[in-house]
């Protein structure tokens, strides 16, 4: 999110509010020579005017992403001065950097765009145009040209000017629609933010659905290479555009979108257009904000200490990252001020509280807390002679004002709830007389008036009692009144005069993020979060419950309204690491009860003798449901009990007979099989007897022939315990126990003899056991906090040893060798949130060798894949939302999660052509061994 300060005379100049008559001077930018059109263009001062291609999510190489060099966030400029550079005007400067300077192109060649335009644009002399239409015409024609030298892409980089500014002409034209703005040309975009330019909703207008996908993924692929930009778009476009299409019927410039690595066989998954912006620190509190000229940002205070300005409109960085803090930012607050811009307050697990200048980015103030070993909350505001005032409440409910020009002043102390001592909330709210009031929570409510702008101690109004501890505080939008979110997950309606009005129930978790907000039509709204993925709204007129936005893959922590003349929009920042914008739409879609499409919670592939395989998702409707992996096309499905979605899933080995039966794991802490395939004429169905034995429910199932040719299943649950069945008698063969609950498990044989079954669990191990050996196994101290996900990699005659693949809770996947039970090297790092689950498998390369992969999800909503043979990132994929579930079989990989589901196939090596499955190195079960019962 961060962005260097550029270097001086080393910037193509963003797209300048010009006039076509505009007569300047102005040479030419060094670099080789262009195209005749784009003579006098600025190059990006390397001479060659190409990218080198970085790794991955710049992991492994010291080469440039596709953006070349640093930039500044897009800004209109004013028309340049002849013979000078252009001055940055409607954006601001990043604080502690200078204001710098950017070559403008040469004028010359402006109007010669322009003309190389005029093709269908009206230009009548006798219309009356309206302001600003000659300039828009202006901006029209050039994106025009600019879109017609882009061409169809290609394999060469664009030229920098076009990757950098195309869209902004586009967009100031009005023409940014995928004419103008090429497909082939977004994964090379480096300058303004197309989600920024299209605004909110990005849905809807056919002529912009390869810019709508784009934008669902921008924000997850800031340093990502350009073969990682086209595959995430190309599954993006063919997700939200082509939905349940399967390849063989996708238009052809989708089916094989130029550069990407990857094969959308059909894809039902629908990345959300609402992540503004993806962050590298988890984000604790949330603040709208201003900069200079009045410019809507984001304010994001993070664990780490620092704080995030961010462009609400476009989800740039804005400046440095403020090192705000030693300790986690757990409030902030926003005073404006009239000329623009304002400070903003900090409060710390440190137990200081801070002022910044968001204008200029410099520190104001500072305050710390005396006994207070963390700040609660801190509020803001400016009295009549415009002096600011910040209100602080400690985490020892000690309450301290400051003023500007007259220092600090003690308020009595916050009497602790005997039932939480350490919840204390503050927030300001306006009387019913319109005064200004400050609100304090812990044992009771307090109102304060400090409406007066002298020195004198603000008075003490009104006191109530508080029956509930109270983990946040937020006015209601109505004079007079103020909610209170509660530990045990309820809100309560507050009177300043009177006390409690309404106690609205909750679903016993704590609400720690509350906010309100005011719709278009009027209506007063409650946001209100808590440890859920969800928002919740509640009606402050009727004081009911009346919908719910979900999109988070995390815990929210922090919400906020931003200040609009229009329609309210609701910011939000979760652990998922990710900032989200919900606006009118979202708003209306909530409370008028249209449900999203249910997120799909586990998923497992399978293949078929002699047909394609089969794809089961679990989805958190409760409710299973097969795909035809072939078509795309829903197949037989079984609902499950009601609130209880199926955790785990896995297909019993297939045989001659059919495609084997569906283990799943039911509520009762029982696995059971169903068989989704009619038998055999003649041949009687054989029943297949609940699998006893977890205590508490089970969290994840595998299965595996064994090198006897014993089909056995592996289950491990909350209960702590690992069990492995033999799926002929339906009888337990081993169990073993982890320290703490059960996450992940996998089984896997080599065909020659070696047989493996591993469980990871939250106590950081992940025990690897051999079934003809019995005994303990061996134990992995994996270093990773949870393993979430296991996977092996022994696929008969790979170009590795056998393998496991442990993802944990702190971002990491890692292999480790079966022959040696040692790490297989280097820790593959990348993921910026835990990974959630991981495949393995092996393909076949152009050149027709083996080579082995992994892929991993994790909750910052991408997908890395890995060359297990040398530990690098060879793609990233931007899934847009949580994938919680992959599922491999040959080249055909599977993803699900919070968006739905999709069906990939890689290329072979991912550099060339895509490749087929080779019979003797994909591992695939000895078919004619297994006998299973029905």
């Not at 010291?62 to 966030?73: F, Q, V, Y």
């Not at 497992?604 to 078509?631: E, F, I, N």
Request: charged share 20%; hydrophobic share 40%; with cysteine.
């Amino acid at each position: 999110m961060t962005q260097d300060a550029p270097e001086p005379n080393k910037e193509a100049a963003p797209p300048s509010r010009v006039s076509p008559a505009a007569g300047a001077t102005g040479g030419p930018a060094p670099g080789d020579a262009e195209p005749a059109a784009l003579t006098g263009l600025p190059d990006d001062g390397d001479g060659d005017g190409e990218t080198g291609a970085s790794a991955p999510g710049g992991s492994s190489t010291a080469t440039e992403p596709p953006g070349d060099a640093p930039h500044a966030a897009y800004a209109p400029l004013t028309a340049a001065p002849a013979g000078g550079n252009g001055a940055r005007t409607g954006g601001s400067i990043p604080p502690g950097h200078a204001e710098h300077t950017a070559h403008t192109p040469n004028p010359a060649a402006l109007p010669q765009l322009a003309k190389a335009g005029d093709a269908g644009y009206d230009d009548d002399p006798a219309d009356p145009d309206p302001p600003g239409h000659a300039e828009r015409t202006a901006h029209a024609r050039i994106a025009a040209a600019l879109a017609e030298l882009a061409g169809g892409g290609g394999a060469g980089a664009p030229h920098p000017y076009l990757r950098r500014h195309l869209a902004g002409h586009a967009a100031l034209g009005g023409v940014l629609d995928d004419t103008h703005v090429p497909p082939a040309l977004l994964p090379w975009l480096s300058g303004d933010g197309v989600r920024g330019l299209l605004g909110l909703p990005r849905a809807g207008r056919a002529q912009q659905s390869w810019l709508a996908a784009w934008a669902a993924i921008e924000p997850y692929l800031r340093d990502a290479d350009v073969a990682s930009r086209r595959s995430s778009l190309h599954l993006a476009h063919t997700a939200l555009r082509h939905p349940g299409v399967p390849y063989a019927r996708l238009p052809q410039d989708v089916a094989d979108f130029d550069g990407s690595r990857l094969r959308v066989l059909w894809s039902r998954w629908a990345p959300p257009a609402n992540v503004l912006t993806t962050l590298g620190r988890r984000g604790l509190s949330l603040s709208a904000a201003a900069g200079p000229g009045g410019t809507p940002l984001l304010a994001v205070g993070n664990e780490a200490g620092g704080i995030e300005l961010v462009d609400a409109t476009t989800g740039t960085g804005v400046g440095d990252r403020i090192p705000a803090h030693d300790g986690a930012v757990r409030c902030l607050d926003f005073v404006p001020r009239a000329t623009g811009a304002g400070d903003l307050v900090s409060g710390s697990a440190d137990g200081v509280v801070r002022v910044w200048d968001t204008g200029r980015g410099t520190l104001v103030h500072h305050m710390a807390l005396r006994r207070s070993a963390w700040i609660a909350a801190v509020a803001g505001y400016r009295d009549a002679d415009g002096r600011l005032h910040v209100a602080a409440a400690g985490g020892d409910g000690s309450v301290t004002l400051w003023r500007e020009g007259s220092g600090e002043r003690r308020l009595p102390d916050l009497a602790a709830h005997p039932l939480d001592r350490a919840a204390f909330a503050l927030s300001l709210a306006t009387g019913a007389d319109g005064r200004r009031l400050l609100v304090g929570a812990g044992r009771s409510l307090r109102v304060w008036d400090v409406s007066d702008a002298g020195d004198a101690a603000p008075r003490l109004m009104y006191q109530h009692p508080v029956d509930v501890p109270v983990r946040s505080c937020a006015g209601t939008g109505v004079p007079g009144g103020v909610a209170t979110g509660h530990a045990d997950g309820s809100l309560t309606l507050w009177d300043l005069a009177g006390g409690a009005q309404a106690a609205l129930p909750g679903e016993g978790e704590p609400v720690t993020a509350l906010t309100a907000l005011r719709t278009g039509d009027g209506r007063d709204l409650l946001a209100a979060a808590g440890p859920g993925t969800a928002v919740d709204l509640w009606d402050v007129g009727s004081r009911q419950w009346t919908g719910r936005l979900t999109g988070h893959g995390d815990a929210v922590t922090a919400l906020c309204a931003l200040p609009a003349d229009g329609p309210a929009r609701l910011a939000s920042v979760a652990r998922d690491n990710t900032v989200r914008l919900w606006d009118g739409q979202d708003l209306r879609r909530a409370v008028d009860g249209v449900d999203p499409a249910p997120s799909a919670v586990t998923a497992t592939l399978a293949g078929r003798l002699g047909s394609a395989p089969r794809l089961a998702v679990g989805y958190a409707s409760a409710r299973v449901q097969l795909w035809d992996a072939g078509t795309g096309e829903p197949d037989a499905g079984f609902g499950t009990a009601p609130r209880h979605p199926v955790s785990a899933l896995a297909w019993t080995p297939a045989t001659p007979h059919g495609p084997g039966r569906l283990l799943w794991a039911a509520a009762d802490c029982t696995v059971r099989a169903w068989d989704p395939a009619p038998q055999d004429p003649g041949r009687a169905a054989v029943p297949f007897p609940p699998l006893r034995g977890h205590s508490l429910p089970v969290r994840s199932l595998a299965s595996a022939v064994l090198f006897d040719g014993r089909p056995v299943a592996v289950s491990g649950g909350d209960d702590c315990t690992v069990r492995l069945w033999d799926l002929t008698t339906g009888q337990p063969l081993l169990h073993w126990r982890h320290a703490f609950r059960v996450r992940a498990v996998a089984a896997a044989s080599d065909g020659h003899g070696r047989d493996w079954v591993a469980s990871g669990s939250t106590d950081g191990t992940v025990h690897v056991v051999e079934p003809a050996a019995g005994g303990p196994g061996r134990v992995l101290t994996c270093r990773q906090g949870f393993v979430n996900a296991v996977a092996f990699g022994a696929d008969p005659g790979g170009p590795l040893p056998p393998f496991l693949v442990s993802g944990g809770d702190d971002g990491t996947v890692r292999l480790w060798d079966l022959t040696a039970y040692a790490p297989l090297g280097a820790v593959l790092r990348g993921h910026t949130e835990a990974v959630e689950a991981v495949a393995a498998w092996t393909a076949v390369t152009s050149s027709g060798a083996c080579r082995a992969f992994v892929a991993s999800a994790a909750r910052d909503g991408t997908i890395r894949f890995w060359d297990a043979a040398t530990s690098r990132c060879v793609l990233l994929l931007a899934a847009g939302s949580r994938v919680r579930a992959l599922s491999a079989q040959g080249p055909a990989l599977a993803i699900a999660g919070d968006a739905g589901v999709a069906l990939l196939e890689l290329d072979g090596d991912l550099d060339g052509d895509l490749a087929l499955p080779a019979p003797d190195c994909l591992g695939l079960p000895a078919l004619d061994r297994l006998d299973l019962p029905g």
